[in-house]
Structure formats: structure tokens, C-alpha cells
């Protein structure tokens, strides 16, 4: 009979306790998946373009102030993409370039530089975009308005030189050719204008008889 009794009360004692559990149960599932939601990703505050190359080899220097709303180290990655015609063809590994950058605290606490050398890079126009990320993989972005168009600049052929050394030759005779001329001209016409003296009439012979 005392058992009986005491599955009884355990029995009513269960049933008693289980929405409180149910309740804490979901309760403590609700904060937890609050916590796991207010993590935010990275803001990016601030982007100043200091150098902004034209020609292939140049270098790309810009500063990007970029902070986690929950204090987290924060990686910055500055990606230049290859796009319209001048990406048509092109692998990836040449139309992306991912330049990771640097903490600058000279230019403030969450001031990151990134310096591109463009050495190598493909002519064209790039997207410019700047990624920050969190330990937790989550992702801020920001695009630039304004975007980086490289030309290349072609050297001189080796024989460019001695081409330029005959021309100032052929230049120069030339000159002297046009001088020449030009003093013969004025000689020539310098002496139209001297009056000539009037001819000399002789008289006629005498007669002899």
C-alpha cells in the first residue's frame, strides 16, 4: 500500500512539475538564441582613398576605419575585381586580388591600410570592394563609388633612340637647305633692285674721203 502511495504522489509530482520545466526548458532556449543573434557583424565606418594609381605598377593606398559592435578582433580584406570586357576570358587568379590590411594606429585605433601593388595586374577597370570580418565569420561591406581603372604604359623600342638621332640629322639639313635658299633669294632679289647704268651710245666713225 506504501508503495502504491508513493508512485501515486511521484506520478502527480511529475505531472505538477513538467510545463515549469517545458517553460524553463524553452525560456533558456529563447536566451540562449537571443545571445547567439545580438553577435552583429563588423561596421565599416569610414573609407579614405589616399593614393589611386592610372598606370599598371602603381600603388593603391586606402584607409578603412572598421570595428565589431561586441569589441571582437576584426580582419580586413580590400578585394579588387576585374570586370566589363577586360574580364572576358580572364581566370580568376588574375581578374581577383585580395589585399589583406594592416592595423594603423597612427591614424587611429580601428584605422586599417591597405597598400596594393598593381604590379602585374591586368589593364582595365576594377570593382573595388572592402570586407571586414569577425571571428565568427560574420561579414561587413562596403563599396567604393569609385572605381580603379589601370592602362599600361608602353616603353620606347630599344631603336627609338637612333630613329630620334636621324631625324634631328635630316631636321637639321633641312634647316640648312631652307636657309640657303632663303639667302639666295634675298641676294637675287637685292641685286634686281640696283638701277643699271644707261647704255653707252658711241658716235659714228668719220668718213674718210
Wanted: net charge negative; charged share 20%; with cysteine.
Amino acid at each position: 500500500m506504501r508503495a502504491f502511495l508513493a508512485s501515486f504522489l511521484l506520478i502527480c509530482l511529475s505531472l505538477l512539475l513538467a510545463p515549469a520545466c517545458l517553460a524553463l526548458g524553452s525560456g533558456a532556449d529563447q536566451l540562449l538564441g537571443a545571445e547567439v543573434g545580438e553577435n552583429r557583424p563588423p561596421e565599416i565606418e569610414g573609407v579614405a582613398l589616399a593614393r589611386w594609381p592610372e598606370l599598371v605598377g602603381g600603388l593603391v593606398v586606402i584607409y578603412v576605419n572598421a570595428s565589431d559592435p561586441e569589441g571582437e578582433e576584426v580582419a580586413v580584406v580590400g578585394v579588387f575585381l576585374l570586370e566589363e570586357e577586360w574580364a572576358e576570358g580572364v581566370p580568376s587568379e588574375q581578374r581577383i586580388h585580395n589585399i589583406t590590411g594592416v592595423l594603423d594606429p597612427e591614424h587611429g585605433p580601428n584605422c586599417f591600410e591597405i597598400v596594393a601593388n598593381t604590379s602585374g595586374w591586368l589593364p582595365g577597370t576594377y570593382k573595388v570592394m572592402i570586407v571586414a570580418t569577425d571571428p565568427l565569420g560574420h561579414k561587413g561591406t562596403y563599396v567604393c563609388d569609385r572605381k580603379l581603372t589601370l592602362r599600361m604604359e608602353l616603353p620606347p623600342p630599344p631603336e627609338a633612340g637612333r630613329w630620334v638621332l636621324v631625324g634631328l640629322g635630316m631636321l637639321f639639313c633641312l634647316l640648312a637647305v631652307m636657309v640657303v635658299g632663303v639667302v639666295k633669294a634675298l641676294r637675287a632679289k637685292a641685286r634686281a633692285r640696283v638701277p643699271m647704268p644707261p647704255p653707252v651710245v658711241l658716235p659714228p666713225p668719220p668718213e674718210l674721203y
